[in-house]
């Protein structure tokens, strides 16, 4: 299984594979050229040679070269050096090779995949894609539906979309044609499954009454606040939820936050409550969306957990509609299929991410409820993920996926469904009348095609590269809990201390003076070194490490940080009377680091660096 080498997908740290880079865009841009050239041979050229030598003509290229220089200048100056292992900070790498490539040579066809007018080309391989991605996730490729999105933004807003339409719906038919929902009172029509619920609107499509029925729904009448309920989210939710509950008029005061335990991932006992509380005031519950990855701790909630609750919840006549947003650690779910794509046993997994190479030697990833948690993935209403996070993809590429294709047609502004009936192949004729963006790039989705295509969606392709960061972040994170105290020439003597066993290829951590119990001291010495470990202007050569850092407050965390904090001895009190605790955040996606040969090496560097800043600011 060894056939994928991770180092020749990109271009490297120090450029290693600059050859093959060039080679191949020059390539492209050639075949491109010819493409030009060979339509219509016998037409003249439009732009003669003598023009071309003209003084105007010469100083328009001028000033363009000029402008690119500049341009070159800029970048080369101020960019971060995210091939670099010495990066410690966002869900930034190298990317892909592949896609690279793809993007530059596609960009010059200039697709645009908002209708298939616009991107004959690239609107199949935007099906393609969302076809792999459903299946990465488990889901019946055949069923569901999937595409290319701006980001997660846009994928947690579609999901919303599809999740908010739905809930409205079995009322709309009630108004519409009150047999078919006949002897289930309000609360039921609240309480339906998503299945459900789309076996009825088939029956409306049938009668020919969808459309009627859609426009008595949300998208007609509008949002009346609390009509649909709750949407409850973990405490670790990213901030596009606080933006999506507001655009679809959802309502910021119908946003539950659940909870969070002190591994930072969902507490399913809160989330139980939270829907105990609901329903015995019979408000519905709108939907419940987990994370897989939190942006800020890398946190895996307990997907299987979730989908237990909902089956239990169903038997009584409770449902909902269920999100995972894993934009963040969405591709992860390549690391647990099989060459053939089946999900790999528990018992097999470790022996097999050794023998393909994803991960270099003994680690104890993935625990057995992360492994529960990515299986689960395939039981979700729909799910956030992005290519151009573990994708290794440049940007922009998001994506939605949802296991059932019929909630398209809730949000589509034209009939999706007889199209999809009259036509010929699967193309969509206008992707842009049923997802939330128009013009979108042809050139994003020829890139996530190209990854997928060199890097299968297993443990063959993608797990092997993500399985190699996952190891180094575990590698890490023992690193830094194992440090020794260590005293400076300044007297004092410091530790290191570890947010949680990172659930994914991210890591938190605080230095903290030994003997100190005060919060603000710590977080004092924190924001000096993170000082010097960001990135703020100059020449970025001047850097050693770069990292990122975050703040878990009470308002935002509840208790969750106080087990971290007594771990390390400071006074919870000053936590709970409003002082947030700033730790570092290290998302590892280098492919860079060679365990066995570099990491020794790396780690002492790292920590020299470290040593050498606590005492210039300390
Ligand atoms: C990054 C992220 C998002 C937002 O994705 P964009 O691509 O930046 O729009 C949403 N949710 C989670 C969990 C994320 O990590």
């Known amino acids: 299984m060894k056939d994928i080498n991770v180092d020749a997908l990109f271009l490297g740290p120090k450029s290693e594979n600059q050859k093959f880079l060039k080679e191949m865009i020059e390539f492209m841009l050639d075949e491109h050229i010819f493409w030009r050239r060979d339509f219509h041979p016998e037409d003249k050229d439009a732009i003669t040679l003598k023009e071309q030598r003209e003084s105007g003509f010469q100083n328009t290229l001028e000033k363009t070269r000029e402008v690119l220089l500049e341009l070159s200048s800029k970048l080369k100056r101020s960019s971060e050096p995210w091939f670099s292992p010495r990066y410690l900070g966002q869900m930034n790498s190298d990317v892909l090779m592949p896609a690279v490539i793809a993007y530059m040579a596609t960009i010059l066809y200039n697709p645009n995949n908002c209708a298939y007018e616009g991107a004959p080309a690239t609107t199949s391989l935007e099906i393609e894609v969302g076809k792999q991605l459903s299946k990465m996730m488990g889901y019946d490729p055949e069923k569901a539906w999937g595409h290319i999105t701006s980001g997660g933004h846009v994928a947690n807003f579609e999901g919303t979309w599809f999740m908010r339409n739905l809930k409205s719906a079995p009322n709309a038919i009630k108004q519409v044609k009150p047999e078919l929902v006949k002897g289930l009172d309000d609360w039921q029509l609240m309480n339906l499954s998503t299945t459900k619920i789309l076996d009825l609107l088939d029956e409306t499509k049938k009668l020919g009454i969808f459309d009627e029925v859609r426009n008595h729904s949300v998208r007609g009448t509008g949002m009346t606040s609390g009509k649909l309920g709750k949407l409850l989210v973990p405490q670790t939710k990213h901030y596009s939820w606080t933006k999506v509950v507001d655009i679809m008029g959802i309502g910021s005061e119908n946003f539950v936050n659940v909870q969070v335990t002190d591994k930072c991932r969902m507490d399913i006992n809160h989330l139980k409550e939270e829907i105990d509380k609901l329903v015995e005031q019979k408000i519905p519950i709108l939907g419940v969306v987990s994370v897989v990855g939190t942006t800020e701790e890398g946190a895996v909630d307990e997907v299987h957990e979730v989908v237990k609750l909902r089956k239990e919840y169903e038997k009584k006549g409770i449902s909902f509609y269920y999100h995972i947003d894993a934009a963040y650690g969405g591709y992860a779910r390549s690391i647990f299929l099989d060459k053939n794509d089946d999900f790999i046993s528990y018992e097999n997994i470790k022996p097999m991410l050794h023998e393909s190479g994803a991960m270099q030697m003994d680690n104890d990833w993935p625990s057995r409820d992360i492994y529960e948690a990515y299986k689960a993935m395939s039981e979700a209403d729909s799910i956030?993920?992005?290519?151009?996070?573990?994708?290794?993809?440049?940007?922009?590429?998001?994506?939605?996926?949802?296991?059932?294709?019929?909630?398209?047609?809730?949000?589509?502004?034209?009939?999706?469904?007889?199209?999809?009936?009259?036509?010929?192949?699967?193309?969509?004729?206008?992707?842009?009348?049923?997802?939330?963006?128009?013009?979108?790039?042809?050139?994003?989705?020829?890139?996530?095609?190209?990854?997928?295509?060199?890097?299968?969606?297993?443990?063959?392709?993608?797990?092997?590269?993500?399985?190699?960061?996952?190891?180094?972040?575990?590698?890490?994170?023992?690193?830094?809990?194992?440090?020794?105290?260590?005293?400076?020439?300044?007297?004092?003597?410091?530790?290191?201390?570890?947010?949680?066993?990172?659930?994914?290829?991210?890591?938190?951590?605080?230095?903290?003076?030994?003997?100190?119990?005060?919060?603000?001291?710590?977080?004092?010495?924190?924001?000096?070194?993170?000082?010097?470990?960001?990135?703020?202007?100059?020449?970025?050569?001047?850097?050693?490490?770069?990292?990122?850092?975050?703040?878990?407050?009470?308002?935002?965390?509840?208790?969750?940080?106080?087990?971290?904090?007594?771990?390390?001895?400071?006074?919870?009190?000053?936590?709970?009377?409003?002082?947030?605790?700033?730790?570092?955040?290290?998302?590892?996606?280098?492919?860079?680091?060679?365990?066995?040969?570099?990491?020794?090496?790396?780690?002492?560097?790292?920590?020299?660096?470290?040593?050498?800043?606590?005492?210039?600011?300390?």
């Not at 034209?414 to 049923?434: C, D, H, I, K």
């Not at 997928?452 to 993500?466: E, T």
């Not at 770069?546 to 936590?575: M, Q, R, W």
């Open 384 to 618: 956030t993920t992005d290519p151009h996070k573990m994708g290794y993809v440049p940007y922009q590429a998001g994506a939605i996926m949802a296991k059932d294709t019929r909630v398209k047609d809730l949000v589509s502004y034209f009939a999706a469904y007889v199209f999809a009936q009259g036509m010929t192949n699967e193309n969509p004729v206008l992707l842009g009348s049923y997802i939330m963006e128009g013009s979108k790039a042809g050139a994003t989705v020829a890139a996530v095609w190209a990854s997928h295509k060199v890097l299968p969606l297993n443990i063959s392709g993608y797990g092997r590269l993500i399985g190699r960061s996952q190891e180094v972040a575990q590698r890490f994170y023992k690193a830094l809990s194992n440090e020794p105290e260590f005293t400076l020439e300044n007297g004092k003597t410091y530790k290191a201390f570890t947010l949680t066993k990172p659930d994914f290829n991210m890591v938190n951590w605080t230095f903290n003076e030994v003997g100190n119990t005060s919060l603000k001291k710590m977080n004092d010495l924190t924001l000096k070194l993170f000082d010097k470990f960001q990135y703020v202007g100059g020449p970025v050569y001047s850097e050693d490490f770069l990292t990122s850092h975050t703040e878990f407050t009470l308002a935002d965390y509840g208790k969750a940080p106080v087990h971290f904090l007594n771990k390390i001895g400071i006074d919870e009190k000053e936590f709970l009377n409003g002082t947030g605790v700033w730790i570092f955040r290290a998302s590892l996606l280098t492919p860079f680091l060679n365990l066995e040969k570099d990491w020794d090496n790396y780690w002492a560097t790292f920590m020299k660096t470290v040593k050498k800043t606590i005492l210039e600011v300390d």
